[in-house]
């Protein structure tokens, strides 16, 4: 069995817990990185080498750490990220965030490739206003993606976030071990003939995504939607920029969580470039062009580190995954909770009361090295 969800003090915890509950096939998915997995371990050292430097004798009695994402209301200046095939861990698949996310206050991103069904996803919301993202894979054929656009936005969906550092999965070892035979998802179902099922659930799910992406897509993409548009999984100021001046609403800078080119650097380094280049050309600070990060972010002090040095909010993947996997939606509940309790102590010790008080001065970042 499970120890009681109180015995969970942190969101490394729900880690140890799920690799001992969870089928070894899903377990090698959900933990899996590319290669030699250096960019996954990097993901979370990298947040060892920012240090704080908290102000004193601030009026902290009171802090608030709720904030907007592309002008959408949340608790936390955290979302939950896609990741694909949710019922691998527990039966209610995504389901389990929905319900958490409405819960707690914050936002859910639907992945492409969930198990659960999108209308699945969208009914168990708690609450009518509860603010749902969908990723988007493009498929090789547009017509199947126009179709998932407009459902997403029928169905009320805030913001696409589309994958662009996925032109082909990457080679997770681990996974490709394993031979795929369980649930699948939506997408993989209305294209079972050409599923491989020898190499993983990662290869099995992904020959629909149009590795022809380009630029010049986007142009289509912004014709046939008025959600606001993120590209996820910016590497580069220079990708950054071209994203906001294409007018664009955001770009996440994330590797993926190291699942796809190993050597790829954290999000949370990348930042730095990004912020600077983009105030070199005027174009940051700008709350119509937001920046989040996603990869190995388990504490408040990293999203408080990614905050303070420019992020709007930051994904999390993998903690939520194990979280319900062992306990259901409770256990996503528990792991936001636990993250609203390190929100509120650190930045009383910071010195913050609000978000808006974690300024750059607040950390120093000089051991990241990487500019
Ligand atoms: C992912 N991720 C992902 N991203 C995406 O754009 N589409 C997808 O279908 C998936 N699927 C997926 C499955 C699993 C099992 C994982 C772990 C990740 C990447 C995800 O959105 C995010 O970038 C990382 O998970 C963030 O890193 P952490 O928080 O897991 O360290």
Redesign the pocket.
């Known amino acids: 069995g499970v120890p009681p969800l109180s015995q969970c003090l942190n969101l490394y915890d729900f880690e140890v817990i799920a690799k001992r509950v969870l089928k070894p096939t899903a377990w090698a ?3 899996s990185g590319a290669d030699d997995e250096v960019t ?1 371990r990097e ?2 050292s990298a947040f060892g080498r920012i240090w704080f430097r908290p102000r004193i004798l601030r009026d902290v009695s009171k802090v608030d750490y709720s904030t907007s994402l592309l002008g959408q209301k949340s608790t936390l200046p955290v979302y939950i ?5 949710g019922k691998l861990g527990h039966p209610d698949g995504e389901k389990n965030l929905t319900v958490a996310a409405g819960k707690e206050g914050v936002i859910q ?1 639907i ?3 969930a198990s659960c069904s999108f209308d699945e996803i969208v009914a168990a919301k708690t609450h009518d206003a509860q603010v749902q993202f969908m ?1 988007l ?1 493009v498929n090789s054929n547009r017509a199947i993606t126009e179709n998932i656009i407009a459902k997403a936005e029928k169905a009320g969906i805030k913001g696409l ?1 589309v ?1 662009v ?2 032109p082909q999965l990457g080679r997770r070892e681990k996974d490709m071990r394993m031979k795929f035979d369980d649930v699948g998802s939506d997408m993989q179902n209305q294209n079972k003939d050409n599923v491989d099922r020898s190499q993983g659930a990662a290869r099995a799910i992904s020959s629909f995504i149009d590795p022809s992406l380009s630029w010049d897509d986007l142009t289509w993409l912004r014709s046939v939607t008025k959600m606001p548009i993120v590209l ?2 910016v590497q580069t100021w220079e990708d950054a920029v071209r994203a906001a001046e294409l007018g664009l609403s955001g770009v ?1 800078l ?6 796809q080119l190993d050597f790829a650097r954290s999000g949370i380094e990348v930042l730095g470039e990004v912020v600077e280049a983009l105030k070199a050309k005027g174009l940051f600070p700008n709350p119509m062009f937001q920046i989040f990060v ?4 388990r504490r408040a002090s990293d999203v408080l580190k990614a905050v303070a040095m420019g992020a709007t909010a930051v ?5 939520f ?1 194990y979280a319900y996997s062992a306990y259901g939606s409770d256990g996503v509940v528990h792991a936001l909770q636990l993250l609203k309790a390190e929100m509120e102590m650190n930045m009383r010790l910071l010195g913050a009361p609000t978000l808006k008080d974690v300024v750059p001065e607040m950390v120093d970042a000089r051991a990241l090295g990487t500019h």
């Open positions: 998915y959900y933990s996954m993901n979370t990220t896609a990741t694909a095939l991103m992945p492409t490739l990723q894979y976030f994958t550092d996925a996820k999984g996440v994330s590797n993926h969580g190291g699942r996603d990869g190995g972010i994904g999390i993947g993998r903690p995954l």
